[in-house]
């Protein structure tokens, strides 16, 4: 049996479609996966960024109230045995269970004196206080012993291992701040003890629920890993060390790069996960933190789905299509799905929109219209990605209330400040502001009140200074003014002295008129301090003075 030439043409047809509509649809699906893919691979990378910062605020945090609490009085006097020491122990009792309702995280807070092979004098947790029976001796522990060496102003941060985990089976991290007194005599120590399962818990709350966590020591040790509920000590077990699951992480464990990415191969019952690893400093350069963001590859492929099932249609429809098509279809053919071919393959190259035959009103102008509906859907979903990209590199260096700079933005503007100073042989100054009394607004306003305190503040602040200086909110209630280029430490005084002056106004809020008042610190580069931490720590210093000063005054450093 002869075929006639219509047939022979219509055969060909139908196998050119086929060929050419699978090639541009396999082509256009595994464009817009790859586009998905490396879109993730970004998120990815920048949630991990945030998540890391997030922690190192939490941390930096709970350092600080640790801090603020050491150097109360209540702690000497109950460590001097003062007359009023029992009195001063109820009231620190107190103190350390309203800290530790706030914070779900702090598992324990303890008062240890150096004397007596550091025996504790009160130890609070969640259950309540200790018993004087149960109060044990911890000198020989390293946050005891090797916190009673430090200097003022320095804190200790243990390491984290699965081997130093508390009869609770909660992975740990201790703080802890010498208590010192007046004439620079350490007393004891404080120590806060915070339950890191709870605490990557509630950061987890922020995230999709598809992420998934890893956290490593500075030794690749794993300290939470998905799929492990609990740990069991070093000496019940071997250790489980990230490095041997992922020989390219030694690169980030050896201090060569500060994030990567990777693709971890399914395993039991965990499916092909992407995962963005990056390096978290908690108290040193020798003492961090290997944290990790993984997220299914099928969650960031689910968004091609639908991509997926028109495609397939649209191949079915087609196929259906040119097995009817006669010698005149087949020369109708030709250029429209030529046309289409050369528009798929310049949007999967550059994201360019090419004409389509979307006017005609038989199967290829469908086909023209679902591929440009298609495109436009890829388009709309990279602009969504690109949208929550920038939002989340807004939120890694603003404050998300004020809109001010946060401390890591404050920091970056430091140090190009003081930079072109020092080339150019300029002063820069610091301003520190810490408002006076804040949690007393908060207790008796509301923490609304509180927030548009703040927001006020940082609008009043802004007002004082020139157009290339820096406000930024460097967390609760504290703020920093860089004044770049100042001409000399008179001017510097006398900007704070107009910034006090206007913060003897009263403010309006929520149609209340509260009094809003702060306490300042100022430094001066050099003389105060040749590099940003140090001089920041002088203003922060100098601050404090003006508080035990008794508030609403100006110290210098």
């Not at 704070?496 to 580069?525: F, P």
Request: charged fraction near 20%; proline fraction near 4%; glycine fraction near 6%.
């Amino acid at each position: 049996m002869k075929f006639s030439l219509g047939n022979k043409l219509t055969l060909l047809l139908c196998l050119f479609g086929l060929l050419l509509s699978g090639f541009a649809s396999y082509y256009a699906l595994s464009s817009s996966k790859q586009i998905l893919i490396d879109a993730a691979k970004r998120d990815l990378l920048v949630a991990n960024q945030v998540l890391g910062r997030n922690l190192q605020i939490r941390l930096e945090n709970f350092a600080k109230d640790l801090k603020v609490l050491s150097a109360q009085s209540q702690p000497v006097d109950v460590l001097e045995d003062t007359p009023r020491s029992s009195r001063e122990a109820l009231e620190l009792t107190r103190l350390f269970t309203s800290m530790l309702d706030a914070h779900p995280e702090y598992q324990r807070i303890r008062l240890i004196e150096a004397k007596n092979h550091g025996l504790e004098r009160i130890s609070v947790n969640h259950h309540g206080a200790a018993a004087s029976s149960a109060l044990k001796e911890k000198g020989h522990f390293p946050y005891v012993f090797k916190t009673l060496k430090l200097l003022p102003g320095q804190q200790f941060f243990s390491e984290m291992a699965p081997s130093r985990i508390d009869p609770d089976n909660a992975l740990t991290l201790h703080l802890a701040s010498p208590v010192w007194t007046s004439d620079q005599q350490v007393l004891g120590v404080l120590v806060l003890s915070i339950n890191i399962n709870k605490l990557f818990s509630r950061l987890q709350r922020e995230l999709p629920d598809y992420y998934q966590f890893f956290l490593a020591n500075s030794q690749g040790e794993l300290l939470l890993n998905p799929g492990r509920e609990t740990f069991q000590a070093r000496d019940q077990g071997p250790r489980v060390m990230i490095q041997t699951q992922l020989p390219q992480i030694l690169a980030l464990l050896g201090g060569k790069s500060s994030s990567m990415l990777s693709i971890l191969p399914a395993k039991r019952e965990q499916p092909t996960r992407l995962v963005a690893f990056s390096t978290v400093s908690i108290a040193a350069e020798s003492n961090h933190l290997l944290l990790g963001l993984a997220v299914p590859e099928k969650h960031i492929l689910q968004a091609s789905q639908e991509l997926d099932q028109r495609l397939i249609h649209i191949i079915a429809v087609l196929s259906l299509i040119t097995l009817m098509l006669s010698l005149w279809l087949a020369r109708r053919m030709i250029r429209p799905l030529n046309q289409i071919g050369l528009a798929i393959a310049h949007f999967s190259k550059n994201l360019s929109l090419q004409p389509l035959p979307t006017e005609r009103g038989d199967e290829l102008g469908k086909l023209a219209r679902d591929i440009r509906a298609m495109q436009e859907k890829i388009l709309t979903q990279i602009v969504e990605l690109n949208t929550n990209q920038q939002e989340l590199q807004r939120m890694a260096h603003n404050d998300p209330l004020t809109g001010l700079p946060n401390r890591r933005l404050f920091f970056d503007s430091l140090n190009h400040a003081i930079s072109n100073a020092e080339r150019r042989g300029k002063l820069v100054g610091l301003l520190y502001v810490d408002i006076d009394h804040f949690k007393e607004i908060n207790d008796s306003h509301g923490h609304a009140a509180g927030d548009e305190v703040l927001v006020n503040v940082a609008h009043l602040l802004g007002s004082v200074i020139r157009s290339g200086d820096t406000v930024a909110r460097l967390g609760g209630d504290e703020f920093v003014i860089l004044i770049d280029e100042v001409e000399s430490s008179a001017t510097l005084m006398g900007i704070a002295q107009k910034l006090l002056v206007l913060l003897q106004n009263r403010l309006l809020i929520d149609g209340k008129s509260l009094q809003v008042r702060a306490s300042l610190g100022i430094s001066l580069y050099p003389q105060d301090g040749s590099d940003a931490e140090t001089l920041l720590h002088n203003a922060d210093r100098a601050m404090y003075r003006s508080k035990r000063s008794g508030r609403n005054t100006i110290t210098s450093a």
